[in-house]
């Protein structure tokens, strides 16, 4: 085990991992250069694009709590350069740590076992790698062709009168959550109180916030006063 963990906190996997975050900070500007260029084609305002940016990063303010957590524990057995490498580019924790523990299995030993060598270490780097290698592929070769039929079902939808990827959008966002809150619910009654907070908590800061105009900033408060609430919550359930 102290073998592999001088290999992953080596100066070669530092650097790598380094070049790799840079990349995907590169590609954060870009897009929210891109997206500021493109706001005036669609009608939005600069206080609006303000207002976008502002919801996102306060918005990514809960979920990044919960990575941080399982990221501590992952460094532990990983090391610092190969977590910061891989939830920064994936930025899924649970999988990052299912697909770590399914390489180590895969090698024969475990995570944080005394027979887990420096072989051992690279079989999981190559698992995560490759495993988070699929979305990335499709991303980049799909992506445009993606952007293409949305065009073709917004143009028919327009003709029609029906708003169709409006529809869409909306239903898949309910999906997903929905399939996440249900998955987590069907754990125990301590899962399902923490998914209820979290929906009352959306919905009465949500309410507060539409009730005078001088709150709608809370609207970009939401969804992360709903997380921060839920991880509250939960902690004291579980303790």
Same mark, same amino acid.
């Given at each position: =085990? ?27 500007? &870009? ?8 706001? @005036?084609?669609?009608? =939005? +305002?600069?206080?609006? /694009? @303000?207002?976008?940016?502002? /919801? ?19 460094? +532990?057995?990983?090391?610092?350069? $190969? &977590? ?17 523990? /399914? ?5 024969? +030993?475990? $995570? ?11 079989? *999981? /780097? !190559?698992?995560?790698? $490759?495993?988070?290698?699929? !979305?990335?592929?499709?991303?980049? $070769?799909? &992506? ?15 003709? @029609?009168?029906?708003? *169709?990827?409006?529809?869409?959008? +909306?239903?898949? =966002? ?9 998955? %987590? ?6 899962? &399902? ?23 709608? !900033?809370?609207? %970009? !408060? ?18």
């Amino acid at each position: =085990m102290e073998a592999a963990m001088k290999l992953a906190n080596s100066p070669g996997v530092y650097i790598f991992a380094f070049l790799v975050v840079m990349v995907v900070i590169f590609q954060g500007l &870009t897009f929210i250069r891109l997206a500021k260029k493109t706001s @005036k084609s669609v009608g =939005m +305002t600069k206080s609006e /694009v @303000k207002s976008a940016l502002k /919801v996102g990063a306060i918005n990514a303010i809960g979920p990044s709590l919960g990575i941080m957590i399982i990221a501590v524990s992952l460094i +532990t057995l990983l090391g610092n350069p $190969l &977590t910061l490498m891989r939830i920064g580019i994936i930025g899924s924790a649970p999988i990052e740590s299912m697909g770590a523990a /399914v390489g180590a299995n895969a090698f024969g +030993t475990e $995570l944080g076992a005394s027979n887990f060598s420096e072989k051992a270490f690279v079989t *999981v /780097v !190559w698992v995560l790698c $490759l495993g988070g290698a699929g !979305w990335l592929v499709v991303t980049a $070769l799909f &992506t445009k062709s993606f952007g293409k039929l949305e065009k073709k079902v917004a143009g028919s939808s327009k003709r @029609k009168g029906t708003p *169709v990827m409006a529809i869409v959008s +909306t239903a898949a =966002m309910i999906g997903i959550f929905a399939n996440l809150s249900f998955g %987590e619910m069907v754990k125990g009654l301590d899962s &399902t109180l923490i998914v209820a907070v979290s929906v009352v908590t959306m919905v009465v800061v949500t309410l507060i916030a539409n009730s005078k105009k001088g709150l709608n !900033w809370l609207n %970009e !408060w939401s969804l992360g006063i709903s997380i921060l609430v839920s991880l509250a919550v939960g902690y004291f359930t579980l303790i």
